[in-house]
């Protein structure tokens, strides 16, 4: 043990050695959850299953376990025991259900219909990914031995957040078919060790105790999963207020469900290590019981009316609800000679591609551009159950675009922030989860709203809770290089 537990860890300690029961542990930001974790493993000496969420943080818990505890990722007990199931050795296509899609577009003999699906081609393969998350099987798939939690008429009326046509259902349906039948012919992506392995009979090994850490981000899917893996005694960690990721599959309220599912105890994590005095104060409207250590910092919470690249620390952060105020305040930055560095290049990613989808012309000049854009954005809206994602990409092409002649250069400045490695680090609210940074600039936080999504305050305490020992609140209208 490397240090004397607190009083909220020594009952959780006592609460996992001396019981049998279900544990569910409400940690909140910075509470040390990972090092409650390791004590409870230490003091319950038996065959016990530890998962997490990715690869990086099961090898770096297995470092810290002791050795009666297996560490892996959900995806790689899901990947083995599917393995065991068919019976063959599998392999793993990362974009296997991309390239389906890619096929059935190509066999489409309809002209028009063919470049309307390639026109929406990142649209559809999300769609197809959030079936996956959700369980969805399509109605016309065989019944046998695998089960559904979401069908048609549930999928498409209401878990898209656009509305598909008739031509986009078909090419969906028929995707999510055709990427059953070939991860049960062993042709996997990593979605199918979680979907195939727990909708299909797959049988996991059998551990006495199983521990699950960010319990808040589980998709219903996944408590399935859970249902086949922990049959005997599961303890559960997380935190309900920052639950941000039901956008991706999560549910919505999973630290209740799983509480009232399983007849768990609750304990509190509420001691934060992270925070300066200040924060905690500040963050007790969304965490009424959040508490500071006595020799936590006092810290600072202040607005600025004014700011510039100038007015930033070399170790600071910002942190938007909404990619484009990033974009936005990357460009300005480079502009005062900062170098600022954009975390999450997937977003980028995705910016470009749609960019070069508005023409192949890449000469093609500001105002021209300018107008496809808003061609495109009348379009999108048109179709999007989600009009706020989709005014923010719109806006994140138009600032690249108002800072270039042409098209392509538009697109060179993208790729440019992308690759660009720096001091001050920009990121969306959902990136930054998990991190933390001595100095935190909220930026734009009118952007969060409550009527709009309802994780939003979860959203507004995960990003204030980013802080060490600053957290200062910044709009784009206050900067003034």
Same mark, same amino acid.
């Given at each position: 043990?490397?240090?004397?537990?607190?009083?909220?860890?020594?009952?959780?300690?006592?609460?996992?050695a001396t019981t049998t029961d279900?544990?569910?542990?409400?940690?909140?930001?910075?509470?040390?959850?990972?090092?409650?974790? @390791?004590?409870?493993s230490e003091a319950v000496r038996?065959?016990?299953?530890?998962?997490?969420?990715?690869?990086?943080?099961?090898?770096?818990?297995?470092?810290?376990?002791?050795?009666?505890?297996?560490?892996?990722?959900?995806?790689?007990?899901?990947?083995?025991?599917?393995?065991?199931?068919?019976?063959?050795?599998?392999? *793993?296509?990362?974009?296997?259900?991309?390239?389906?899609?890619?096929?059935?577009?190509?066999?489409?003999?309809?002209?028009?219909?063919?470049?309307?699906?390639?026109?929406?081609?990142? %649209?559809?393969? /999300?769609?197809?990914?959030?079936? *996956?998350?959700?369980?969805?099987?399509?109605?016309?798939?065989?019944?046998?031995?695998?089960?559904?939690?979401?069908?048609?008429?549930?999928?498409?009326?209401? #878990?898209?957040?656009?509305?598909?046509?008739?031509?986009?259902?078909?090419?969906? /349906?028929?995707?999510?078919?055709?990427? @059953?039948?070939?991860?049960?012919?062993?042709?996997?992506?990593?979605?199918?060790?979680?979907?195939?392995?727990?909708?299909?009979?797959?049988?996991?090994?059998?551990?006495?105790? *199983?521990?699950?850490?960010?319990?808040?981000?589980?998709?219903?899917?996944?408590?399935?999963?859970?249902?086949?893996?922990?049959?005997?005694?599961?303890?559960? *960690?997380?935190?309900?207020?920052?639950? @941000?990721?039901?956008?991706?599959?999560?549910?919505?309220?999973?630290?209740?469900?799983?509480?009232?599912? #399983?007849?768990?105890?609750?304990?509190?994590?509420?001691?934060?290590?992270?925070?300066?005095?200040?924060?905690?104060?500040?963050?007790?409207? /969304?965490?009424?019981?959040?508490?500071?250590?006595?020799?936590?910092?006092?810290?600072?919470?202040?607005?600025?009316?004014?700011?510039?690249?100038?007015?930033?620390?070399?170790?600071?952060?910002?942190?938007? #609800?909404?990619?484009?105020?990033?974009?936005?305040?990357?460009? /300005?930055?480079?502009?005062?000679?900062?170098?600022?560095?954009?975390?999450?290049?997937?977003?980028?990613?995705?910016?470009?591609?749609?960019?070069?989808?508005?023409?192949?012309?890449?000469?093609?000049?500001?105002?021209?551009?300018?107008?496809?854009?808003?061609?495109?954005?009348?379009?999108?809206?048109?179709?999007?159950?989600?009009?706020?994602?989709?005014?923010?990409?719109?806006?994140?092409?138009?600032?690249?675009?108002?800072?270039? %002649?042409?098209?392509?250069?538009?697109?060179?400045?993208?790729?440019?922030?992308?690759?660009?490695?720096?001091?001050?680090?920009?990121?969306?609210?959902?990136?930054?989860?998990?991190?933390?940074?001595?100095?935190?600039?909220?930026?734009?936080?009118?952007? @969060?709203?409550?009527?709009? %999504?309802?994780?939003?305050?979860?959203?507004?305490?995960v990003i204030a809770t980013r802080?060490?020992?600053?957290?200062?609140?910044?709009?784009?209208?206050?900067?003034?290089?």
């Open positions: 043990m490397t240090h004397t537990p607190t009083p909220e860890q020594a009952a959780i300690i006592e609460a996992a279900n544990l569910i542990v409400n940690a909140l930001a910075g509470a040390a959850k990972t090092s409650t974790i @390791i004590m409870m038996i065959p016990s299953l530890a998962l997490a969420f990715n690869k990086r943080i099961a090898l770096e818990l297995q470092e810290r376990m002791p050795a009666h505890v297996t560490c892996k990722t959900l995806n790689a007990l899901g990947h083995a025991a599917l393995g065991q199931m068919l019976g063959k050795r599998l392999k *793993v296509k990362a974009d296997k259900r991309r390239w389906l899609l890619r096929e059935y577009i190509n066999n489409v003999a309809d002209e028009k219909e063919k470049a309307d699906l390639f026109s929406t081609f990142q %649209d559809l393969t /999300r769609a197809i990914s959030h079936g *996956v998350a959700c369980g969805y099987v399509p109605d016309s798939y065989p019944r046998g031995p695998g089960k559904r939690l979401c069908d048609d008429d549930e999928f498409f009326s209401t #878990r898209l957040d656009f509305e598909p046509t008739r031509a986009e259902i078909d090419a969906i /349906r028929t995707v999510s078919y055709e990427g @059953i039948a070939e991860a049960l012919r062993g042709n996997i992506d990593f979605d199918d060790q979680i979907f195939i392995s727990t909708l299909w009979p797959a049988s996991f090994p059998a551990f006495p105790l *199983v521990y699950v850490d960010e319990t808040q981000d589980l998709s219903l899917l996944q408590h399935k999963m859970l249902e086949k893996v922990a049959r005997k005694r599961l303890i559960a *960690v997380g935190d309900p207020c920052q639950a @941000i990721y039901g956008f991706r599959g999560a549910h919505e309220d999973s630290m209740a469900c799983l509480a009232s599912s #399983r007849n768990m105890r609750e304990l509190f994590l509420s001691v934060s290590f992270r925070l300066p005095t200040s924060v905690a104060d500040h963050v007790r409207w /969304r965490a009424p019981h959040i508490a500071s250590p006595e020799w936590a910092k006092p810290g600072t919470v202040t607005t600025l009316s004014e700011w510039s690249g100038d007015t930033l620390p070399e170790s600071a952060a910002i942190i938007c #609800r909404n990619n484009a105020p990033l974009f936005s305040c990357a460009l /300005r930055l480079l502009a005062e000679g900062k170098r600022p560095e954009l975390i999450g290049n997937d977003l980028v990613t995705g910016l470009v591609k749609e960019m070069k989808r508005l023409s192949k012309d890449m000469t093609l000049e500001q105002d021209d551009t300018l107008a496809l854009i808003d061609a495109w954005l009348a379009k999108a809206k048109r179709k999007s159950r989600n009009p706020g994602a989709v005014d923010d990409k719109a806006e994140c092409m138009r600032l690249f675009v108002r800072a270039s %002649d042409t098209l392509g250069i538009a697109i060179a400045r993208v790729e440019q922030i992308a690759n660009m490695k720096g001091s001050i680090k920009l990121m969306t609210g959902h990136r930054s989860k998990g991190l933390e940074f001595p100095h935190v600039y909220f930026l734009d936080e009118h952007l @969060i709203n409550p009527e709009r %999504d309802p994780q939003a305050n979860n959203l507004r305490y802080a060490q020992e600053t957290l200062t609140y910044i709009t784009s209208e206050g900067y003034n290089a």
